[in-house]
RNA sequence: GGGCGAAUAGCUCAGCUGGUUCAGAGCGCCUGCCUUACACGCAGGAGGCCGGGGGUUCGAAUCCCUCUUCGCCCACCA
């Protein structure tokens, strides 16, 4: 028995629905990727979000987009692994644990090393999946079963292996330098996590005496005062001809009243403040390279937590930031004569203030400008970093960059959108060498081992009891790995890396990467250059697919701090997960940046949502029409069925081309465009509403009738047709809407229990169903529906008069479609009498099609001649119009001569329909006497 | 300092290899409709010198140059 009609409700409640199905698409383990399947692989490995994260809309959109690939090429039979999983993120996770610490009055000094790891993993373990289950709750089909964790066992003895095999290449190396460091989080940073932010600072300009020199003091210019207590060396530009005397002479520092040389160097800017630069080697990057070039001393004058004061723990050079506690810190030492007393322990913004005070109440400051520069923060805390002399461990890049900068150069994996690739190739070209240490407890401790008798360093894969050369003790490295060390081995340390797992062979190499383009050089080009090194030189993925960010309607990025975020399960308990997703898939063109208003979420989402309904009553409508078994397309004689269902199968197969390349194409946006016009304009609009006369009088609508009345008749071609379109429709929309779309097709006639769309296949076009005269004639029709309609209007003829009409086709094929979609007309246009040729029942109204044929509506009595004439006449004139322009063009010799043939043949053709356009419009103000 | 991107309807954006039925969509707005799938809807409509200027071309929203305004990335702006 058919399902009696409209039992479904009329609004779609996705709380109803999206939790159920999702249970049951885990339950039934369609996520799972199968090793040992036949099937081509498929593979994306998810960007780990932060263990302590929580879902935020660019990880929504990140996400969607992951799983709208995922789900596409599942559908296409490939044998799809999506890899969920989390980071460790050391500094991250690290700093939020303090937090929690801290309200208990303690620090992680309190606790100790060990303790507060274990609180660390304490939390993870509660927390560590939140992410992950906001993730099922937006529609993630990611294999649960293959989740992973930068910290797992598996993957950490991957780090280590990793650290060992490049230690013993020689790529890593112990360096002495000037590195980043955050006073706060009192750790060492990558180049790539401080980044720069445009400051509004000041300029200050300094004097240092001079002993016999030209002149009795030079002026140095600095943004960074406090600084100068660390000056070793002033620096001019050897061919500075103004300060040349000044060369080899001896400065003054100030407030330390220490004795500096004037040295020369090349990479002052003489063009910059005075051309005097203070040189502070262990506080600056540049500095420290002109203190190494010109032997200076290189003294610290800050603590690791960025108070002023000389700090011991540098010196041991072993674990150079090594960060201690406040209270930890040994006492001032007597030696400390660069920081005097008074500035001891002050903060080094507070002590630029007072050092500014010095210097003015000693008549050594110049003057102060202001003066925007660009100042390195802490991607983690924010914190201003502080350039810090130290000893750290590195990884020489560009042995790795190379070759995948080759590969990249080779076309043997692309960047989506390719306008990064100057950024891309940039960057790897001028690649410099990688800061690992991070002086934290929470991560992948270093596996460098120094024996404390014989002083032998190495890497080791396992702990060593004691020293392999002289059997001493051995001490390892206190510091852990930065997180990055260990999510640039993602693609692979996830398959079970080192070991050679049925997983890697079969999953590895990956195909698609999907990121923001934040994260392109701290962790994509990582992948690649780690990927190519450890796994034979195989690159992770063929495909990087950078999206945009998400932002608000300022066009500020959606963060916490600005308050401008939305969060996703809000947007999913109010309009359900499918709205999300297409909100967040229509509204992002290829690596284009999302706008979305956090003040408006009925604006931003509801659209989405009406979708889903749209889809819902469409379901709804062609469910309760359908028999328990339509007719299969395959029964149909196509070519003989009437040119609405002609029409709407070609269309159906226009969108299947279009959808799927523009999904292969990742133009995701115009892929959902194509199937929401299908859906709604094309099949809804006019498809649905065409057949609903057939349908009634087919029989199988039992509108009302007793069960089982509806007696199998002649198989009804438009049942088929309209089962076929809307399975199509739902398996296209499928990957960005998979719940409803899931939901209604398993209502289809003829599902069993175990058929899921989820692992449906995705449709083929069938190349008999394209109808280019469908295509061509179809559209005659609804502009005749759509001009009486606009008349109608146009005259305010009441909504429930039925008019009478007559139509005149220019042409046979037109009257063939006009005449075969008769009923169509007769009910779209709400008529009750259509004619065809000539038989005007006195005065109404007129339109010309596009083709020329004529559309008379009669309007007995209620028709003004004069505004039909006008109307008219207006029509008239902006085709004359028209048709002026082309005729310029067709006898302009150049655009003949040059145009290809085909474009000038198009026009021709477009001037030859306009034409009759013109005479039949004349015609008909003649007739109506206008004047 | 270098590189990149954006500027199209009131708002958010499409428009990919130039061709006047390609000037579009959604939202908003105006007019009618609760037409037995959907008012989260249906029908009709208004609204844009496609940022300014120059150029290439038979033809430019589309290609080139330049200017303006925003945004992003990179850089040893002391």
Redesign the pocket.
């Known amino acids: 028995m058919p399902q009696p009609?409209?039992t479904?409700p009329?609004?779609?409640?996705p709380r109803d629905v999206e939790g159920r199905l999702y249970q049951g698409w885990l339950e039934r383990g369609v996520f799972t990727a199968r090793a040992d399947s036949p099937r081509e692989p498929y593979v994306i490995v998810m960007p780990p979000p932060n263990i302590t994260a929580i879902l935020h809309t660019g990880q929504g959109l990140n996400n969607v987009i992951q799983d709208v690939l995922i789900r596409f090429e599942r559908m296409r039979r490939r044998e799809a692994l999506w890899l969920p999983g989390t980071d460790h993120a050391g500094i991250a996770t690290q700093n939020v644990v303090e937090r929690l610490v801290a309200k208990e009055g303690k620090t992680r000094f309190d606790l100790g090393r060990e303790q507060f790891v274990e609180r660390v993993w304490a939390f993870v373990r509660e927390t560590g999946s939140t992410i992950l289950e906001q993730l099922k709750v937006i529609g993630s089909s990611c294999d649960w079963s293959r989740t992973r964790f930068t910290l797992d066992p598996a993957y950490s003895r991957a780090v280590r292996e990793v650290f060992v095999q490049l230690w013993e290449e020689g790529l890593i190396y112990r360096g002495h330098r000037v590195i980043h460091w955050c006073p706060h989080c009192l750790t060492a940073l990558s180049?790539?996590e401080a980044?720069?932010a445009?400051e509004a600072?000041k300029?200050y300009y300094i004097r240092y005496p001079v002993e016999g020199g030209p002149q009795p003091f030079l002026t140095?210019?600095?943004?960074?005062p406090e600084?100068i207590l660390g000056d070793t060396a002033v620096?001019v530009?050897p061919e500075d001809g103004r300060h040349a005397g000044f060369i080899g002479k001896t400065a003054r520092l100030p407030i330390a009243n220490l004795p500096i040389p004037i040295v020369a160097d090349d990479?002052?800017?003489?063009?910059?403040?005075?051309?005097?630069?203070?040189?502070?080697p262990a506080h600056?990057?540049?500095?420290f390279?002109i203190g190494t070039r010109h032997q200076l001393e290189m003294p610290l004058i800050m603590r690791p937590d960025g108070t002023m004061g000389e700090d011991g723990g540098q010196a041991d050079g072993r674990s150079g930031g090594q960060s201690r506690p406040a209270t930890a810190r040994p006492p001032d030492r007597p030696t400390a004569s660069r920081v005097p007393r008074e500035l001891q322990g002050l903060d080094r913004f507070a002590a630029r203030e007072k050092i500014v005070q010095m210097l003015e109440a000693e008549g050594l400051l110049e003057k102060v400008e202001p003066?925007?520069?660009?100042?390195r923060h802490c991607y983690r805390c924010d914190t201003v970093v502080e350039p810090r002399l130290s000893d750290q461990w590195f990884v020489k890049m560009r042995p790795l960059a190379e070759p995948v900068l080759g590969a990249y150069r080779n076309a043997e994996f692309r960047i989506v959108?390719e306008?990064?690739r100057?950024?891309f190739e940039?960057?790897m070209g001028?690649i410099?060498d990688w800061n690992i240490s991070r002086q934290l407890w929470w991560g992948h401790r270093i596996p460098v081992f120094t024996c404390t008798q014989c002083q032998h360093q190495w890497a080791d894969r396992e702990d060593p009891a004691r020293c392999p050369k002289c059997g001493g003790a051995v001490i390892q490295d206190l510091d852990v790995l930065d997180t990055w060390f260990s999510s640039w081995l993602w693609p692979f340390a996830t398959l079970g890396w080192p070991e050679r797992t049925a997983d890697l062979a079969r999953f590895y190499p990956g195909h698609t990467l999907v990121t923001a383009?934040?994260i392109?050089?701290f962790w994509v080009a990582r992948m690649l250059m780690s990927g190519y090194h450890f796994m034979d030189r195989t690159l992770p993925f063929t495909t990087v697919y950078l999206h945009g960010?998400v932002?608000d309607?300022?066009?500020?990025?959606m963060s916490k701090s600005l308050g401008n975020g939305i969060d996703p399960l809000d947007v999913v308990r109010l309009y359900g997960a499918d709205a999300l997703r297409w909100t967040l898939i229509a509204?992002?063109?290829?690596?284009?940046?999302?706008?979305?208003?956090p003040n408006d979420l009925?604006?931003t989402f509801?659209?989405g949502?009406?979708?889903?309904?749209?889809l819902?009553?469409?379901?709804?409508?062609?469910l309760?029409q359908l028999p328990e078994r339509a007719p299969p397309l395959e029964a149909l004689d196509v070519p003989s069925l009437p040119l609405a269902d002609r029409w709407i199968l070609s269309r159906a197969q226009a969108t299947i081309r279009?959808a799927t390349a523009?999904f292969e194409?990742f133009?995701l946006?115009?892929g959902a465009?194509r199937c929401?016009?299908f859906a709604?304009?094309e099949?809804?609009?006019?498809y649905?509403?065409a057949v609903?006369p057939r349908l009634?009088a087919s029989g199988a609508?039992p509108?009302?009738g007793p069960p089982g009345s509806a007696a199998v008749a002649a198989p009804d071609a438009a049942l088929g047709v309209l089962a076929y379109c809307l399975d199509t429709v739902l398996r296209l929309l499928h990957p960005v809407v998979p719940f409803i779309t899931e939901e209604l097709w398993q209502k289809l006639p003829g599902r069993k229990p175990d058929d899921l769309l989820v692992v449906a296949a995705w449709p083929r076009a069938q190349p008999d169903l394209a109808d280019a005269e469908a295509d061509r004639q179809f559209p005659l029709v609804q502009e005749a529906?759509?001009s009486i309609?606009?008349l109608?209007?146009?005259y305010?003829v009441?909504?429930?008069a039925r008019l009478q009409a007559s139509v005149q086709p220019r042409s046979e094929p037109a009257r063939q479609a006009l005449a075969g979609e008769r009923e169509t007309i007769l009910r779209?246009a709400?008529l009750s009498e259509l004619a065809f040729d000539g038989k005007r029942a006195g005065v109404g109204a007129h339109a010309v099609l596009?083709?020329g044929s004529e559309v008379f509506v009669a309007l007995e009595g209620e028709i003004d001649v004069q505004q039909e004439c006008r109307r008219l006449a207006g029509e008239l004139a902006r085709l004359e119009?028209?048709l002026s322009?082309?005729a310029?063009?067709l006898t302009?010799?150049?655009?003949v001569?040059?145009?290809?043939a085909e474009?000038?043949a198009?026009?021709r053709e477009?001037e030859r329909?306009?034409r009759d356009?013109r005479q039949a419009l004349a015609g008909k103000l003649k007739s109506l006497g206008c004047s």
């Not at 509204?587 to 208003?597: K, N």
């Not at 001569?897 to 290809?900: H, M, N, S, T």
């Open positions: 009609p409209f479904l009329p609004q779609y409640d180049d790539e980044v720069f445009d600072g300029l140095v210019a600095t943004t960074r600084t620096a530009h990479t002052v800017d003489p063009a910059f403040g005075t051309g005097f630069v203070k040189v502070t600056d990057a540049n500095d390279e003066h925007t520069h660009a100042v959108p306008r990064w100057a950024t940039n960057w001028n410099r383009p934040e392109l050089f960010t932002r309607t300022q066009h500020r990025k509204g992002s063109s290829l690596g284009a940046d999302v706008i979305l208003d009925e604006t509801a659209p949502r009406n979708f889903a309904n749209k819902w009553n469409i379901g709804r409508f062609i309760a279009d523009a194409q133009r946006d115009e465009k929401f016009d709604w304009k099949l809804a609009d006019w649905v509403e609903k009634a609508a509108a009302g529906i759509s309609r606009m109608r209007a146009e305010r009441p909504p429930k779209l709400q596009a083709d119009q028209q322009g082309l310029a063009k302009n010799h150049n655009f001569a040059r145009a290809p474009v000038v198009k026009e477009k329909a306009w356009q």
